[in-house]
């Protein structure tokens, strides 16, 4: 099985990710461990799925650091923009589980 030969850690990191929608630290976390083991890899899928994690999770910051500044600006009518972050990062989410279980890089 792919997942307990290669990518188990990939999806403990995958979980940490989808947790972080309820405890923001887990994707602490899971980036942190993304990039203490990215070096030792060697299968090309899991590589990618580091890459993949790590890159949403630095968006991820960098929309939630604009939207609130978008909130602030507007005296929170820009809050909106906060849902449009989660949607976004659920989306990768989910579609970094899909590719994983298919055993195909993202």
Same mark, same amino acid.
């Given at each position: 099985? @792919?997942?307990?030969? $290669?990518?188990?850690?990939?999806?403990?990191? $995958?979980?940490?990710?989808?947790?972080?929608? @309820?405890? +923001?630290?887990?994707?602490?976390?899971?980036?942190?461990?993304?990039?203490v083991k990215r070096g030792s890899l060697?299968?090309?899928?899991?590589?990618?799925?580091?890459?993949?994690?790590?890159?949403?999770?630095?968006?991820?910051?960098l929309w939630s650091i604009l939207a609130?500044?978008?909130?602030?600006?507007? @005296? +929170?009518? +820009?809050?909106?923009?906060?849902?449009?972050?989660?949607?976004?990062?659920?989306?990768?989410?989910?579609?970094?589980?899909?590719?994983l279980n298919d055993q195909q890089p993202?």
């Amino acid at each position: 099985d @792919f997942c307990l030969s $290669r990518g188990l850690g990939d999806v403990y990191k $995958r979980q940490l990710q989808a947790l972080s929608l @309820f405890v +923001g630290l887990t994707s602490i976390a899971g980036v942190i461990l993304n990039y203490v083991k990215r070096g030792s890899l060697q299968s090309e899928v899991v590589k990618s799925h580091f890459s993949f994690q790590i890159r949403t999770f630095w968006w991820t910051v960098l929309w939630s650091i604009l939207a609130l500044i978008a909130t602030t600006i507007t @005296f +929170g009518i +820009g809050g909106f923009t906060f849902l449009i972050v989660i949607v976004w990062y659920v989306y990768r989410v989910v579609k970094g589980w899909i590719r994983l279980n298919d055993q195909q890089p993202i």
